[in-house]
């Protein structure tokens, strides 16, 4: 796999593909400031379809914004979720007079993120719901019982068929039942030849020259099984329809295919195949599909739908559309309608389909960045402290956090994407131009400085990471100003105490992690729970060490890294877990200043 690249580093480059992305369609219009590629014609008649997920994967999501299909997309940085505030522009870009449905694949950040800004935007009146998108087969139905099945490109399908039926003027209720059959209705396996290499990113972990990954996730993660000596394209189609057609099989038998129902065949390409092999994959999937399975797909579908970069790897999705149609109120022939529509996106071609009549000014596509609105404290519900010291402890806990950034990306590239240690610094880099630009901190106001992190993970940090902060930070900010009057009455420590168990509280709604799971919550919770039993701050900081340390000997049950093989070896210590270590690493920060 090659490491070189036209543009070396990510450094501005996903909004300027995103301008590149609205170019070829009029239609669209792009808000550079929150990456979202919306339609700027979307009919408020209809439900408005909104997907998105991280940057890599292009056309995916940006590429199907358009007629009959998406309404709007958001994207975040590289493999990592947008962020709560990007997806609620999004959504707002598009309004509708029946709803919104915000389709996406299932992963923890995109969860968390996404799920938020549903909540919110019911929360405003406006109809609302989330569909989770999951059709990999790899990881088995006992693997992943807690998280369920990962996303992979069978989601576009989904898109697809649901922009069509949406343009037609299905209600809300109508598209959710319908996509959820019809998602439950996809196996889905890729393999790689290789990882794909991230622009600026001295990680790589490539695969040696015999072998070849089956089960990988399109965000660089390790496969589910390494196979040495690498099969021959004949002997890998066979392994991947049996995991994916084969009903015996406990684990993998998620779709019930009978004779004579109705499929579709997708194939993408991860964006580092070559299009003579991928219509040779093409050509013996078929065959042995109809050899091997008697199944003889009524659509094919081939190409970059849903890329990983310039990974050498690919995808196989059959969709039983017979069964979707059993499972909802659409027919066989409507869905296969649905699929032939036709559309103005990158689904028809690299090109796109284009029915506008006059291309517009780029000026009038590219939305202005919105003015930032300062958020006014009330000093009756603000801690205050002294600004001096303020200041001293976020340079400490920023700088300490950013000079941890190479291990915590190594060790993040070791068990998923490795964006954490980014993810991180770029937070702590955005609090100290904070500090600089609008003295946050020259008041000594501990709510004004929590208000600005809100912004700062809303707005710049995606992931799981930035999901589980950004409702962790709210929540801190939100109990502290309740319950100021413990100040007073028994003093501050209590006031942290409180403030510290009531935003764990709030976060254990939105993710099931608990200590032991290998997540940022094995620092978080001990920290918490130190303080609010009244130990010392140094005392509760010390339980956070503890906690991230015991990492390094558990295995992972929650996020991505349950995907990989990483750590099925009881006995073998890994890497600390880098959300955990991050968290850690800025609680020291903040005590070295004291």
């Not at 090659?2 to 593909?17: N, Q």
């Not at 309404?71 to 962020?83: E, H, K, L, N």
């Not at 700062?456 to 990471?465: P, Q, R, S, W, Y």
């Not at 093989?565 to 800025?586: F, I, Q, R, S, Y």
Request: charged residues 20%; proline residues 5%; contains cysteine.
């Amino acid at each position: 796999m090659s490491t070189r690249h036209l543009f070396p580093s990510l450094d501005g480059l996903v909004p300027k593909a995103l301008r590149g992305i609205v170019a070829s369609n009029p239609r669209l219009n792009l808000d550079e400031a929150n990456k979202v590629v919306y339609d700027s014609q979307a009919p408020r008649s209809n439900v408005s379809i909104v997907s998105g997920g991280g940057s890599g994967h292009e056309p995916a999501w940006a590429g199907y914004v358009g007629t009959n299909f998406l309404a709007a997309a958001v994207m975040g940085d590289v493999f990592a979720s947008p962020s709560t505030k990007q997806i609620l522009a999004a959504v707002e870009a598009v309004p509708s007079d029946k709803g919104t449905l915000l389709v996406i694949t299932n992963y923890t950040g995109d969860c968390l993120h996404f799920g938020l800004a549903a909540e919110k935007t019911k929360a405003k009146g406006n109809p609302c719901k989330m569909l989770i998108c999951g059709d990999d087969v790899s990881i088995g139905k006992k693997g992943g019982s807690l998280v369920g099945r990962r996303g992979l490109a069978g989601q576009i399908g989904v898109l697809k068929v649901l922009g069509a039926a949406a343009a037609q003027g299905a209600t809300l209720d109508e598209l959710d039942d319908f996509g959820s059959a019809f998602a439950n209705s996809i196996v889905s396996i890729s393999a790689t030849l290789d990882h794909c290499h991230v622009p600026g990113r001295t990680e790589h972990g490539a695969l040696a020259e015999d072998e070849l990954e089956l089960g990988t996730g399109p965000h660089n993660e390790p496969g589910y099984w390494k196979l040495s000596p690498a099969p021959s394209a004949e002997g890998l189609v066979h392994q991947i329809l049996k995991y994916c057609l084969d009903e015996t099989d406990p684990e993998r038998g998620y779709v019930k295919f009978s004779p004579g129902d109705e499929t579709v065949l997708l194939v993408s390409n991860f964006g580092g195949m070559s299009n003579l092999e991928l219509g040779g994959l093409v050509d013996e999937i078929l065959q042995q599909l109809l050899k091997d399975w008697n199944i003889e797909p009524v659509r094919v579908y081939s190409g970059c739908l849903e890329t990983s970069l310039n990974a050498p790897a690919f995808s196989v999705s059959v969709i039983n559309i017979t069964a979707a149609a059993a499972n909802s109120t659409y027919t066989v022939d409507q869905i296969k309608g649905f699929f032939d529509t036709r559309t103005d996106t990158a689904w028809e071609a690299v090109a796109g389909y284009q029915s506008y009549p006059q291309r517009r000014k780029r000026s009038e596509q590219v939305v202005p960045p919105p003015k930032e609105i300062r958020r006014t404290v009330d000093d009756s519900t603000d801690l205050k402290i002294d600004p001096a010291l303020l200041e001293s402890m976020i340079k400490s806990a920023c700088n300490a956090v950013s000079a941890a950034e190479p291990d915590l990306t190594k060790w993040d590239t070791v068990m998923g994407d490795g964006d954490c240690g980014l993810t991180l610094q770029t937070g702590a880099n955005a609090l100290l131009d904070a500090l600089k630009t609008k003295q946050v901190a020259a008041n000594g106001s501990v709510v004004e400085v929590l208000n600005e992190l809100e912004d700062i993970v809303e707005g710049k940090m995606g992931g799981t990471l930035g999901g589980i902060l950004g409702i962790f930070f709210v929540a801190l900010r939100t109990a502290l100003q309740e319950n100021m009057g413990l100040a007073k009455e028994v003093g501050v420590p209590a006031l942290w105490g409180k403030a510290l168990s009531t935003a764990i509280s709030h976060l254990r709604q939105y993710t099931p992690a608990k200590v032991g799971d290998r997540t940022v919550m094995d620092t978080l919770i001990p920290f918490a729970m130190a303080m609010e039993e009244g130990q010392s701050f140094e005392q509760s900081v010390a339980a956070a060490v503890k906690g991230s340390e015991g990492t390094k000997k558990l295995k992972p049950k929650l996020g991505r890294a349950t995907y990989v093989g990483v750590g099925a070896d009881d006995n073998k210590e890994l890497p600390p877990d880098p959300g955990a270590w991050g968290a850690m690493v800025g609680l020291q920060g903040l005590l070295s200043a004291l």
